[in-house]
């Protein structure tokens, strides 16, 4: 599904530096030279491609969010527990499909777009973040 765009292209050199973040992000974590701010770089990478994907910018089954949530999921965990932040190849191979949507998205939306997307990225994980305060507060 393609919507219509409303305002300017990114600036390539925004495209460029934008999916190499997250593709440097992948290699770093996938070769053991991760850390927390790495994987969560993947994590923003992830959720800012569902919320473009859910606005219609991209061609994707809903599976290959899920599944690379799933593997990120574990991957946050086993850094938060071991302070080793890596990437095994089971979630690198979830993840390669979600870049490629990514990497599509971002050389296609208009600054308009992704600047909403990032908005409502930003207010998930407030809601999440403040979630994850109360919860571990009433433990």
């Known amino acids: 599904m393609r919507k219509r765009q409303k305002s300017s292209p990114l600036p ?3 495209i460029v530096e934008t999916l190499l973040a997250a593709h440097l992000s ?4 996938r070769t053991g030279r991760g850390s927390k701010h790495l994987l969560f770089e993947l994590v923003h990478a992830t959720y800012l491609s569902y919320i473009l994907w859910t606005q219609g910018y991209g061609e994707a089954e809903h599976a290959i969010f899920s599944a690379a949530e799933a593997r990120l999921d574990n991957a946050a965990r086993h850094g938060y527990e071991t302070d080793s932040w890596i990437i095994e190849p089971d979630t690198e191979d979830a993840l ?3 870049l490629a949507v990514y990497d599509r998205q971002v050389s296609t939306v208009s600054i308009a777009v992704l600047i909403e997307a990032k908005g409502k990225l930003r207010q998930l994980f407030a809601r999440e973040g403040a979630r994850q305060e109360t919860h571990s507060v009433a433990a």
Not at 26 to 29: E, G, Q, S, T, Y
């Open 12 to 14: 390539r050199r925004q």
């Open 26 to 29: 992948l290699v770093a974590c």
């Open 96 to 98: 390669r499909p979600v």
